[in-house]
């Protein structure tokens, strides 16, 4: 197989992006901004790397709390980071661990999209969770 092996994939993707801070703008404008940030009907995908790419995935109703963060700097720019953690029901050996979308552009908006379609996939599973008491 040659070139991007991801193209040849059907994804219904949601929304797609790049980091997009100061430093991440100037390599996107001379093509070398490597990072995307790809939200799907089922997953979340976050493709990075020239030399060694490396494309990680997870399941939407494996992640919870996406929340959004903006730091000064990232205000004056309009970007902003989404981190979301991947449950552990998912009994995998990322558990617990977060992810994060960096410099994201309009990350409110991008925050309730990812929040909306992890509810809408576990709706769809028919997923259910039951509280420790």
Not at 58 to 68: A, F, G, H, N
Request: proline share 2%; charged share 30%.
């Amino acid at each position: 197989m040659t070139g991007d092996s991801t193209k040849n994939v059907d994804f219904e993707i949601l929304w797609e992006g790049k980091p997009s801070g100061l430093w991440q703008r100037f390599l996107t404008t001379i093509h070398m901004n490597f990072t995307t940030y790809q939200i799907t009907k089922d997953e979340l995908i976050v493709t990075t790397g020239f030399f060694r790419k490396k494309t990680n995935t997870v399941e939407l109703y494996m992640l919870k709390d996406p929340d959004s963060t903006e730091s000064l700097y990232q205000r004056i720019l309009k970007i902003g980071t989404i981190s979301v953690v991947v449950d552990a029901h998912g009994a995998t050996d990322r558990a617990g661990t977060k992810i994060f979308l960096r410099n994201v552009v309009e990350p409110a908006k991008v925050r309730k999209l990812l929040r909306d379609a992890i509810e809408e996939d576990v709706m769809e599973r028919k997923i259910t969770y039951f509280d420790k008491i």
